[in-house]
């Protein structure tokens, strides 16, 4: 298994509060992710990174933003949480090519169960 | 834009059924393809994946055959077990290799009755 750990794994909270989730690999790998999972829509893209610093955005970004000052650590913040971002949310992690591309298989962590309240 | 269709279930059969699981997509250029385990409380597993049209992805028992002329990618198994109760998501990645991310399906929920 690839080394992904989540943090937390569980998290209540209220809304309008701040919320940070981390995810931490082993790998060294350059490309790190993190997703959304909720009924009826499968995983949505949020946020991803290719380096050091170097984030973009996904599908889903609005009301997200993430950061990652060193490779092993990818956090993604919910500056102030709302109900609808209840949600099962993902890390995940890519290889890169030679060239400094991203291969194509991703590994994902074992996820953060948030609910806003 | 990319998309991926999968029949959401849930579908449930006995054990020693053989299971087909349809995947369609849509995309730009040529994606590679995936299948995704997810068992109860778990994060996603890569099952099998295919990189170019004909290949042919295969991993514990499970099979999934890469048609560009039908534009699928459809996970079979000759013979299920109880074990394989699982959400199964296809995924595919296109644009270079996937650093913008994976486009999934809604995942099936497979329930297999002893």
């Known amino acids: 298994d690839a080394g992904i750990t989540q943090s937390p794994r569980h998290k209540v909270t209220e809304t309008g509060t701040p919320v940070t989730l981390r995810c931490h690999q082993t790998?060294?790998?350059?490309?790190m992710y993190w997703y959304r999972q909720d009924p009826g829509h499968g995983l949505r893209l949020i946020h991803y990174s290719y380096g050091v610093k170097d984030t973009d955005k996904g599908e889903v970004s609005d009301g997200y933003s993430v950061s990652r000052s060193k490779t092993e650590d990818f956090l993604l913040t919910l500056e102030s949480a709302t109900s609808s971002q209840t949600s099962v949310y993902f890390c995940?992690?890519?290889?890169?090519?030679?060239?400094?591309?991203?291969?194509?298989?991703?590994?994902f962590g074992p996820g953060t169960r948030l609910t806003v309240l | 834009g990319n998309s991926v269709t999968q029949m959401e279930g849930p579908v449930t059969l006995s054990e020693e059924a053989f299971l087909t699981i349809n995947c369609t997509y849509t995309a730009t250029g040529y994606p590679s393809l995936f299948w995704y385990v997810q068992y109860p409380g778990e994060g996603l597993q890569l099952l099998l994946k295919?990189?170019?049209?004909?290949d042919k992805g295969s991993n514990k028992g499970f099979e999934a055959t890469y048609r560009k002329e039908t534009t699928s990618f459809h996970l079979e198994k000759g013979s299920v077990q109880v074990s394989d109760s699982a959400v199964y998501f296809c995924?595919?990645?296109?644009?270079?290799?996937?650093?913008?991310?994976?486009?999934f399906g809604k995942g099936t929920h497979l329930i297999i009755q002893p």
């Open positions: 295919a990189t170019k049209a004909d």
């Open positions: 995924a595919l990645s296109t644009s270079g290799g996937g650093a913008d991310g994976l486009t």
């Open positions: 995940a992690i890519s290889e890169s090519t030679a060239g400094g591309r991203s291969t194509d298989t991703q590994y």
């Open positions: 790998e060294n790998h350059r490309y």
